[in-house]
Nanobody, 126 residues
Framework: QLQLVESGGGSVQPGGSLRLSCAAS????????IGWFRQAPGKGREGISC????????TYADSVKDRFIISRDNAKNTVYLYMNDLQSEDTGVYYC???????????????????WGQGTQVAVSS
């Protein structure tokens, strides 16, 4: 059973950057497509990026494209989300999630991933 733990959240001013980490344990990470999601206060959960398990194909939501970069290091059992030019609308709780069902690809948009982390808070304000 895959366990995921996010870290790296915090408070930052508009235009700033953060790197989120998603550390995996309990299963072989390279079997799982890993996605990053976020939930802003009072809003629903939004899928923002995914990286496939083996060929590292990446996808991004339009809201983060050209600002965020997802990467993974299977040897370190970790997936990263580099967030640049952060804006107030990026505020929220960020979650990583994994699922092996569509190996070696990412699950399609809207798919309910099987394994989730507990989330890490990101706050962007001046």
């Amino acid at each position: 059973q895959l366990q995921l733990v996010e870290s790296g959240g915090g408070s930052v001013q508009p235009g700033g950057s953060l790197r989120l980490s998603c550390a995996a344990s309990g299963s072989q990470l390279d079997l799982y497509g890993i996605g990053w999601f976020r939930q802003a206060p009072g809003k629903g959960r939004e899928g923002i990026s995914c990286v496939s398990s083996r060929n590292f194909t990446t996808t991004y939501a339009d809201s983060v494209k050209d600002r965020f970069i997802i990467s993974r290091d299977n040897a370190k059992n970790t997936v990263y989300l580099y967030m640049n030019d952060l804006q107030s609308e990026d505020t929220g709780v960020y979650y990583c999630a994994g699922d092996p069902l569509f190996f070696p690809h990412c699950p399609p948009p809207g798919f309910d991933f099987h394994s989730w982390g507990q989330g890490t808070q990101v706050a962007v304000s001046s």
